[in-house]
């Protein structure tokens, strides 16, 4: 079975700084994708990056990118420029791409900006 | 407006009774999800739908039951086997396809009273 392991509960970092997210799963599989995603104090799930197993170079979504290192199964963001708005609950995702696309989430990190 | 909604926003149940929780979309996805969020737990996987009239168990699916007669619709029954069920669930769906966005409504609070 996949599973999704965050090891950081909460972390915090000062406004406009860098800060990064830990991230590590379990698979037997080749392909899947994993996925970042955000969910404010309002509880809407809002994605934030995503990556595929398949491509050696890390995915970049503006302030935000990924160090995925498929032998290690790391998938951490790191979040530059810290801004206020980028308090909230992160979620590492993996979902398998063979058969039945089932969506596995961590245990979830919550992040604080403090200004 | 497209979107996922789910219904009630808040939900309190006396123990020993089921409750049907709804979750309907207008994406025409073909993927639908329901997770439960505990604090510390993150998002545990109950259900999942690949097809309409087909679904699978996830992680943590004893004490609750699904059903998909309609593309657009994937209700979750949290029924008295259910040792806890106060918690906040979340309904998504996806598009299939490869690396697709998951899309997700604004979840129910359950509350056992």
């Known amino acids: 079975a996949q599973t999704v392991t965050q090891s950081q509960p909460e972390m915090s970092v000062q406004e406009a700084e860098t800060v990064t997210l830990s991230c590590t799963y379990d698979?037997?599989?080749?392909?899947?994708?994993l996925f970042w995603y955000k969910q404010p104090p309002s509880r809407q799930m809002i994605l934030v990056i995503r990556?595929?197993?398949?491509?050696?170079q890390n995915a970049t979504e503006n302030r935000f990118s990924v160090n995925f290192q498929k032998a290690a199964k790391s998938f951490s963001l790191k979040i530059s420029d810290s801004q206020l708005g980028d308090a909230a609950m992160y979620f590492c995702?993996?979902?398998?791409?063979?058969?039945?696309?089932?969506?596995?989430f961590g245990q979830g990190t919550r992040l604080t900006i403090n200004p | 407006d497209g979107g996922i909604t789910q219904s009630p926003k808040y939900l309190f149940r006396k123990e020993g009774q089921n409750v049907t929780l709804s979750c309907e979309q207008n994406?025409?996805?073909?993927?639908m999800y329901w997770y439960r969020q505990d604090p510390g737990q993150g998002l545990r996987l109950i259900y999942y739908?690949?097809?309409?009239?087909?679904?699978q168990k996830g992680d943590i699916a004893e004490g609750y039951s699904v059903s998909r007669e309609k593309k657009e619709s994937f209700p979750l029954t949290v029924t008295s086997a259910q040792k806890n069920p106060t918690a906040f669930y979340l309904c998504?769906?996806?598009?299939?396809?490869?690396?697709?966005?998951?899309?997700f409504g604004q979840g129910t609070r359950l509350t056992v009273v």
């Open positions: 698979t037997s599989e080749s392909d899947y994708y």
């Open positions: 990556q595929e197993a398949y491509k050696q």
């Open positions: 739908s690949q097809i309409v009239n087909d679904f």
């Open positions: 995702a993996y979902r398998s791409e063979g058969g039945a696309q089932k969506l596995v």
């Open positions: 998504a769906s996806s598009i299939q396809g490869r690396g697709t966005e998951a899309f």
């Open positions: 994406l025409n996805h073909d993927a």
